[in-house]
């Protein structure tokens, strides 16, 4: 707090604590316990640490108590009054930009395709032929039978590159081909691949980067 304040020598210890905007030494440690013993508290229920929990907590161990149960003990922890509140990320005005759909079945994505209305589709693949891996991109327009752009990309080998990553290619490839088109963002646009597991992991990673 000296070096803080730059008091003397002699200046009383709580009221440099004061001016200094500090908590005490005693109540710093103590609130340090208690949010270490929160966390715990409300950590997954797979993780061993909360296992410890919930087993302190309904049969306490009466001699030689533990660090984790003396704190729960100490700050009357009962981890069954927790509750997990999933927040909202985003503001009452916030409208999505993009949206992921999976269908059902094949069957099924056949249909929704043939009654997509969207200005610009996009067809995405990879796949490994002859010991190496490729993805590739296709760029339709609403009402041209032909193609308007096609990308490909050759990622190397089999024994270096898996499918999974073809597929994602295949999708940055047609994220790339949108940057020199002028209708994006104001037109509907679709993309399609056939991966579940990269649409799944592009969900995720939507939820994750909202926050």
């Not at 020598?9 to 030494?25: E, I, K, Q």
């Not at 103590?30 to 013993?37: D, K, L, Q, V």
């Not at 797979?46 to 108590?65: C, E, N």
């Amino acid at each position: 707090m000296l070096a803080i304040t730059g008091g003397l020598r002699t200046s009383p210890n709580d009221l440099l604590d004061a001016h200094a905007g500090v908590l005490p030494v005693n109540l710093m440690l103590e609130r340090i316990c208690h949010s270490a013993t929160i966390w715990a508290t409300t950590l997954p229920r797979g993780h061993p640490i909360q296992a410890m929990v919930q087993r302190y907590s309904k049969a306490p161990v009466k001699t030689h108590l533990p660090p984790l149960q003396k704190m729960i003990k100490q700050f009357q922890i009962k981890p069954q009054c927790y509750e997990t509140i999933m927040p909202d990320p985003h503001s009452p005005t916030y409208k999505k930009t993009f949206t992921l759909t999976i269908a059902e079945s094949k069957e099924e994505s056949i249909k929704e395709e043939k009654k997509d209305e969207a200005d610009i589709r996009i067809y995405t693949d990879g796949s490994g032929y002859e010991g190496s891996i490729g993805a590739t991109a296709v760029l339709y327009r609403k009402g041209v039978q032909e193609p308007m752009k096609t990308l490909c990309f050759h990622l190397g080998s089999l024994k270096k590159h898996t499918t999974y990553e073809g597929k994602a290619v295949g999708s940055l490839l047609a994220a790339w081909m949108l940057q020199d088109q002028p209708e994006v963002g104001k037109v509907a646009i679709t993309s399609y691949s056939d991966s579940q597991a990269f649409i799944k992991t592009i969900l995720r990673m939507f939820w994750y980067l909202s926050f």
